[in-house]
């Protein structure tokens, strides 16, 4: 038994210690890409959500006022279907800084009103979220989608936000609007909607930017991530080249 050799106590003990310490060292390591591989994740499902939005937003609004007719005295109030509240808005009946409608002959048949011809954007500030609503005027009959979130959603359903819209917070409009000699008249296309130079008339392109930050926190940072896209249009029907 003599000649047997073991391990002390202290031996056992500073054994045990380098063991732990390397399981320590592997969980972190572990822990810290899987957190990271979350971050990740839930930037780009926000950022795809953020950008499809985008873009959507942007060939909707590029189609405002396509008349391929020319038909005269085309456009109705989307409030309630009847003619438009000046023949001036063509197809943007409403500009403002959270907010837009549109109008477009997507049929080519000479009515406003069809499925999608009618379309209206809103930025509702107190859930964080942006609408569209689809409105129609068949026979002069109003008919309207509601408004459904179309990006983000609504406090009923936390769930399924993948991202919150906070341009309010970050100080920046959803929507400005220039002239043809890019000039900001956001504030005029609201106060002198009707002028042929600062109001609704005058629109040459609209810039549309989105500020989202993720709904959960960056597990990195403990702050949800902040993402911003921005695009600009022209809706090229807009422009008053024909009297119609």
Known sequence: MKSEKGFTLVEVIVAMGIGVM???????AVNSAQRSSTGIERKVVAQQDARGALDLMAMEIRMASF??????????????????????????????ASSIALEMDLTENSVIGDSNEIISYSYNIANNYITRETIGCAS??????????FLGDTTANEALKTVLVVNDEAGVPLFRYYNGSSTDIS????????DNVLGIPAIRRIEITLVVDTVNNDPNTGVPRRIVYSTSVIPRNHIPTYSY
Do not use: D, E, H, K
């Not at 989307?78 to 438009?84: D, E, L, N, W």
């Open 22 to 28: 390397m399981l320590m060292a592997i969980y972190l």
């Open 187 to 194: 504030a005029t296309v609201v106060s002198s909607p009707t």
């Open 67 to 96: 008349n391929p007719n020319l038909t005269p005295n085309i456009w109705v109030n989307p409030a309630t279907c009847g003619a438009s509240a000046s023949a001036a808005y063509r197809g943007i009946p409403t500009a403002a």
């Open 140 to 149: 002069g009959t109003r008919t309207t989608s509601g408004a459904q979130p």
